[in-house]
């Protein structure tokens, strides 16, 4: 949550969305009593209909980030866990980079959500790699 709000932009109001596990709040009180900021705001949506008009107006955003986590565990399980933080931030890493400049997503017309120029003339995926990595460098 903390790099989540470090990230935004200055004066950017700040919502946090999340299910009914009781740390989320926990955290963004902690979060707003130590910050000279505007406050966190916070917003719930608990289970799976739309039993109030919190969880109907925020369902598309925990949906959004479901999906993500759906999709990221789907390529971690094979690799059983790390041995090291390294091997995690490393995963992470590469798995965003694919996510946002590689992948094609249906919602966006199959493009990615982020065009990078210097990757558009590559046709192939392991030249897209090859040039974002060096990019990286």
């Known amino acids: 949550m903390r790099e989540a709000i470090r990230t935004a932009y200055p004066d950017q109001e700040i919502t946090l969305i999340s299910d009914g596990n009781?740390?989320?709040?926990?955290?963004?009180?902690?979060?707003?009593?130590?910050?000279?900021?505007?406050?966190?705001?916070?917003?719930?949506?608990?289970?799976?209909?739309?039993?109030?008009?919190?969880?109907?107006?925020?369902?598309?955003?925990?949906?959004?980030?479901?999906?993500?986590?759906?999709?990221?565990?789907?390529?971690?399980?094979?690799?059983?866990g790390f041995n090291s933080t390294n091997g995690a931030v490393a995963l992470t890493t590469l798995f965003v980079t694919h996510y946002n400049f590689l992948r094609p997503h249906m919602a966006l017309g199959y493009k990615p959500p982020v065009h990078l120029q210097e990757i558009q003339a590559i046709s192939t995926i392991q030249g897209r790699w090859t040039r974002i990595l060096s990019l990286a460098a």
């Open 22 to 80: 009781p740390s989320y709040p926990s955290g963004i009180h902690f979060l707003n009593s130590v910050s000279d900021e505007a406050p966190v705001m916070h917003k719930k949506v608990i289970g799976l209909q739309n039993l109030d008009t919190e969880s109907e107006e925020w369902r598309p955003m925990k949906q959004l980030i479901e999906r993500l986590n759906r999709t990221f565990k789907y390529h971690v399980r094979p690799a059983a």
